[in-house]
């Protein structure tokens, strides 16, 4: 079960990385709560992007090879980015707002989720 989650996991950073590079302006527009961070920084968001790809390559590979190393690691950037949005939910008076939901089903269970199933993933080759 823990390799599925960190495939799935993996899976929606892949394409949370292709939907910030393919299409950069409405990902800004559309996602709840990034219009708010200040004026739209292509740059920055495929920096993003590129850490979201990453992650989820690593999560992938964790998830298919049973690598608790590589599934840790992939999970690092999720869990330090749920991290920093709690400590700005935290900034923003604790409300419980569509940009709260979406921090929470977005970033921080699947950030957690992973990282959970990462640290849990028993030796290389292993069944779970």
Known sequence: M???ILIGDGGLSVLTAAYIWGATQHWYQTIPGVAQTGPMNFHFAKDVGL???ASGVALIW?????????????ASWLVLHALFHIWIWFHRGTPTDLVALTNLIGIQIPAFAGFISAVNLMSEGVKI
């Open 62 to 74: 964790a998830g298919a090879k049973h690598d608790k190393s590589a599934g840790i690691c992939g």
């Open 51 to 53: 850490a979201y790809l």
């Open 2 to 4: 823990r390799h599925l």
